[in-house]
Nanobody, 115 residues
Framework: QVQLVESGGGLVQPGGSLRLSCAAS????????LGWYRQAPGKQREWVAL???????NYAVSVKGRFTISRDNAKNTVNLQMNSLKPEDTAVYYC?????????WGEGTQVTVSS
């Protein structure tokens, strides 16, 4: 069983930065693909950034150049560095782990971008 716990959300002004972290339990982390997703009020959940087991990354167009996903297999963590934040980045952010045909989600962390 894998548990994911996100942290680092909060309130930030437009143009500011936040760093989200997701800590995973279990022993399959290094063999897992990882991703960050977000869901704004009244909208469907959307993917934000993905990182493969080999470290290849992919970003949604809306965040490319502003967000950076990274992983630390020694610490079982996946991070999302978010810069130049915009009000439209406001959402609950979730991390997702996929491995061995299974997927796991965290509970989410709220990010609010507002002046």
């Amino acid at each position: 069983q894998v548990q994911l716990v996100e942290s680092g959300g909060g309130l930030v002004q437009p143009g500011g930065s936040l760093r989200l972290s997701c800590a995973a339990s279990g022993s399959i982390f290094s063999r897992s693909a990882l991703g960050w997703y977000r869901q704004a009020p009244g909208k469907q959940r959307e993917w934000v950034a993905l990182i493969s087991t080999g470290g290849s990354t992919n970003y949604a167009v809306s965040v490319k150049g502003r967000f950076t996903i990274s992983r630390d297999n020694a610490k079982n963590t996946v991070n999302l560095q978010m810069n130049s934040l915009k009000p439209e980045d406001t959402a609950v952010y979730y991390c997702r782990l996929t491995a061995l045909g299974l997927e796991y989600w965290g509970e989410g962390t709220q990010v609010t971008v507002s002046s």
